[in-house]
């Protein structure tokens, strides 16, 4: 069984630790693949967590030299986790993971993960109250990534119900909410992309389930949906964080392989 971890974060963006703190963690915890990935340059509110555009070039060379120095028992791949509202720009990285962070809507752009309130505020003004129509522009945007080749994978794909526990924002069960979601999943499975079953908000307190719902994941098993498994992590201690509890859910829900990158691209494995 390989233990993969591609979706964590480093102190060129959001993270805490540098990108061989984080790689040295997944090799201590018994991991051979390991990927971290840069937040793609964002303007306006999203900058403040994003990464710089002018660090770009030194965190790729950071990267390379975390590769030379954990070969050959960590296998380690430069990531890119790109944002819908980001400029594309995928020169350098070894895979691409792709999300959606904020929303756009009435000229302004809006996040649907930084804190409740301010999730809380965008339904009520850029959208009358109305979370369902919030929902069909949040997949819409998800949609899109259907269409960048670059992109692989698709990172925390129901994003914006992270502050859905215990309060809920959004009814995901209502057919508003439930269509936009399937919509957006029969592109992107189309198009080969590769869904990850995230622990990041449950490391971080804000959820008790993953991301995505066991309701999505099981509607992506039927559709012959791709998945991996990733933390997000932000931290040294989260690397890898319960991914036998995403293991299990995977299996739960009828998946008997996962993906896993290897250096002629992602490839599956028997879960």
């Not at 051979?32 to 967590?49: I, M, N, T």
Request: glycine share 8%; net charge negative; hydrophobic share 40%.
């Amino acid at each position: 069984m390989i233990n993969q971890d591609l979706h964590t974060h480093s102190l060129y963006d959001d993270g805490t630790a540098s990108p061989l703190a984080m790689a040295e963690s997944a090799q201590r915890k018994g991991f051979s693949v390991f990927g971290c990935s840069l937040h793609s340059p964002q303007s306006g509110e999203a900058a403040s967590w994003s990464g710089k555009e002018e660090e770009v070039a030194a965190f790729q060379k950071d990267m390379a030299a975390v590769k030379a120095k954990l070969a050959p028992k960590l296998h380690v791949y430069t990531g890119l986790e790109y944002d819908i509202q980001s400029v594309p720009a995928f020169d350098g990285f070894d895979y691409v993971i792709g999300g959606c962070h904020e929303i756009s809507a009435g000229g302004k752009l809006w996040s649907v993960d930084w804190k409740r309130s301010a999730a809380k505020q965008m339904i009520e003004e850029a959208f009358e109250g109305d979370s369902g129509a919030a929902a069909s522009v949040y997949f819409a945007q998800m949609e899109k990534l259907a269409v960048l080749p670059q992109v692989d994978a698709i990172a925390h794909f129901d994003l914006i119900t992270k502050f859905n526990e215990p309060d809920p924002l959004y009814d995901t069960r209502s057919g508003t909410y439930r269509r936009a979601a399937e919509k957006a999943m029969e592109k992107l499975v189309a198009a080969g992309k590769i869904f990850e079953i995230n622990s990041g908000a449950v490391s971080r307190g804000y959820r008790t389930s993953f991301y995505p719902s066991r309701e999505i994941l099981c509607l992506l098993r039927e559709m012959e949906g791709k998945i991996f498994l990733s933390s997000d992590a932000h931290t040294v201690e989260n690397v890898g964080y319960a991914q036998e509890q995403e293991r299990n859910l995977a299996r739960s829900c009828g998946f008997r392989e996962i993906w896993i990158l290897t250096p002629d691209g992602f490839a599956p494995e028997k879960l």
